[in-house]
DNA sequence: ACAATATTGAGATGATTATCTAAATATCTC
DNA sequence: GAGATATTTAGATAATCATCTCAATATTGT
């Protein structure tokens, strides 16, 4: 379950897809346009994001406008924080 | 850089090994044994979460000892806290 | 409805990776 | 030093994955 979370970001791509979406929303074309691979490429990082939960989508006439999902990160970063002090407890 | 870092913990046994190391420092075998797949296989990865900086190693007799390597996680976390609030900083 | 634009889906391919078995290395005990 | 135990390395294989191209779907504007 948390395993979709970790994978999602195993990759740089994706994770510079989130590092912009962190700074601000963007369409599916405005975040292709920022790496050097197909769109059809990005699209599918986008899908693996989506479907993590990291990412929200909602479309905005003709384009698909992504957002991060902040909610996710807490858990992941409460995840590690518990991990590396030793947690007992899930 | 941190791509190692994520991609070690991409995978779920690794994950295992490092809640395991969270509790407390274990010897190969020990680790090992929790899994139903071959030692060697065990041993890759930690060889995998040694390369990331996420465990270290110290011989103990005829036994490897590891030990968790906390300062990494805090890093990787504070990499969490800093891009899911937005951070415009590296 | 048609043409144009935006995005995703499908199928193929090359690279990476998790796993296995078997061999190699290191330490300990006798 | 020989034998036993612990761990890693090497080489092979099957699965996963990132990427590509091309086709399909959805929306807009005329």
Redesign the pocket.
């Given at each position: 379950m948390r395993d979709h979370l970790f994978?999602a970001l195993?990759?740089p791509?994706?994770r510079k897809i989130v590092e912009l979406l962190a700074v601000k929303d963007r369409?599916?074309?405005?975040l292709?346009e920022e790496f050097?691979?197909?769109?059809?490429?990005?699209?599918?990082?986008?899908?693996?994001l989506k479907n993590a939960g990291l990412v929200a989508?909602e479309?905005e006439?003709?384009?698909?406008?992504y957002r991060l999902n902040t909610t996710v990160f807490q858990d992941m970063a409460r995840y590690l924080v518990k991990t590396f002090s030793g947690g007992t407890d899930a």
């Open positions: 994978r195993a990759d791509t994706r369409t599916a074309g405005e292709a050097p691979i197909a769109f059809a490429s990005v699209s599918h990082h986008l899908g693996v989508v479309r006439g003709q384009h698909m406008r």
